[in-house]
């Protein structure tokens, strides 16, 4: 069993940035996909960032160029930095990584970014 928790959500300007952690309770040295997602209010959970165990990722169209994620395989940790912040990004941002077969949460953290 894996659990999760996201920290580093705040209410930030357009054009800011914020830098979101996801700490792991066990080591994800050995797990493959580390991923970001996130839901907006009245809309449905959408991928937004995959880092792999080799550093390579991808990201969603829609923050590709903005966001960046990497992962500390030393601290548990994966990051999700977020710069050109619009507020279109305003949304509960959740970790995400699947061991075996099981999908894991965390509980989210809540980023705003007003106008």
């Known amino acids: 069993q894996v659990r999760l928790v996201e920290s580093g959500g705040g209410l930030v300007q357009a054009g800011g940035s914020l830098r979101l952690s996801c700490a792991a309770s066990?080591?994800?040295?050995?797990?493959?996909?580390l991923a970001w997602y996130r839901q907006a209010p009245g809309k449905q959970r959408e991928w937004v960032a995959t880092?792999?165990?080799?550093?390579?990722?991808d990201f969603a169209d829609s923050v590709k160029g903005r966001f960046t994620i990497s992962r500390d395989n030393a601290k548990n940790t994966v990051y999700l930095q977020m710069n050109s912040l619009k507020p279109e990004d305003t949304a509960v941002y959740y970790c995400?990584?699947?061991?075996?077969?099981?999908?894991?949460w965390g509980k989210g953290t809540l980023v705003t970014v007003s106008s």
């Open positions: 880092v792999r165990l080799r550093n390579s990722a």
């Open positions: 066990r080591n994800i040295h050995s797990i493959n996909n």
């Open positions: 995400n990584v699947v061991v075996v077969t099981t999908n894991y």
